[in-house]
């Protein structure tokens, strides 16, 4: 799930701090908050990652609209630009930061048939045109995370999250989420982003 660090960020910045020719923020602009205002509940880890706190919550029903591909994930970059352009093309805003969802394990499926979803959330439900495409993030129990480092470094906090779902002997449910809560544009540096990282679980037993 690794992408060029320069190319994922400035993605991401672009999409929570693109404004209009005439300074204000169209109404397509998704306004991620700055590493101030940030209040997460649980420690932020940070790397190598050796402590990472790990907790479950319920996650309420999430709008979303979404570009899907199939392929490798270092192209999330390019999905979360093509969903951007599409989201102020169409007028559309955006309730929060965008977010990926991944589908499959890298480790068993080829990187041609790994499914993709850039995505950014709704306040409502509403019907995009193409390339967008709507869904509902449902609710269930997540365990979750958050990690601070460039964000395509997320994924090296996986094996804590993992962990913790086998010592509650539960099973992985459904696409991991990774909610890139920090707009690069107002962090001093790539240390001072954080991604909140959450896997749908159920009980296995």
Same mark, same amino acid.
């Given at each position: 799930?690794?992408?060029? +660090?320069?190319?994922?960020c400035g @993605?991401l910045a672009a999409?929570?701090? $693109?404004?209009?020719?005439a300074g204000?923020?169209p109404?397509s602009?998704?306004?991620?908050?700055?590493?101030a205002d940030?209040?997460?509940d649980?420690a932020v880890a940070?790397?190598?990652?050796d402590s990472?706190?790990?907790? #479950?919550?319920q996650?309420?029903?999430q709008?979303?609209v979404? %570009?899907e591909?199939r392929?490798?994930?270092?192209r999330v *970059? &390019?999905?979360l630009? /093509?969903?951007?352009? =599409? @989201?102020?093309? /169409?007028?559309? /805003?955006a309730? *929060?930061?965008p977010f990926a969802?991944?589908?499959?394990?890298? *480790?068993?499926?080829?990187?041609?048939e790994?499914?993709l979803? $850039?995505?950014f959330p709704?306040?409502?439900?509403?019907?995009p045109?193409?390339?967008?495409?709507?869904?509902?993030?449902?609710?269930?129990?997540? %365990?979750y995370a958050y990690?601070?480092?460039?964000?395509?470094?997320?994924?090296r906090a996986?094996p804590?999250l993992?962990a913790?779902l086998?010592?509650l002997? #539960?099973?992985?449910?459904g696409p991991?989420? &990774?909610i890139?809560l920090?707009?690069?544009a107002? =962090? +001093?540096? #790539?240390?001072d982003?954080?991604?909140?990282?959450q896997?749908? +679980?159920?009980? *296995?037993?």
């Amino acid at each position: 799930m690794r992408i060029a +660090a320069t190319l994922l960020c400035g @993605l991401l910045a672009a999409a929570c701090q $693109a404004s209009s020719p005439a300074g204000e923020p169209p109404t397509s602009s998704p306004r991620a908050p700055s590493v101030a205002d940030l209040a997460p509940d649980l420690a932020v880890a940070r790397a190598p990652y050796d402590s990472v706190q790990v907790d #479950w919550k319920q996650r309420l029903d999430q709008p979303y609209v979404y %570009v899907e591909t199939r392929g490798s994930y270092t192209r999330v *970059g &390019e999905a979360l630009r /093509q969903a951007f352009e =599409a @989201l102020r093309e /169409q007028s559309l /805003q955006a309730s *929060g930061p965008p977010f990926a969802l991944y589908y499959d394990d890298p *480790g068993r499926v080829s990187a041609d048939e790994l499914r993709l979803r $850039a995505c950014f959330p709704l306040a409502a439900p509403l019907r995009p045109e193409p390339p967008l495409a709507f869904d509902v993030l449902p609710s269930t129990t997540v %365990v979750y995370a958050y990690v601070a480092g460039p964000y395509p470094d997320a994924p090296r906090a996986y094996p804590s999250l993992y962990a913790f779902l086998r010592k509650l002997e #539960w099973l992985e449910d459904g696409p991991v989420r &990774e909610i890139y809560l920090v707009d690069p544009a107002a =962090a +001093a540096s #790539w240390d001072d982003l954080v991604t909140e990282i959450q896997i749908p +679980a159920r009980s *296995g037993l």
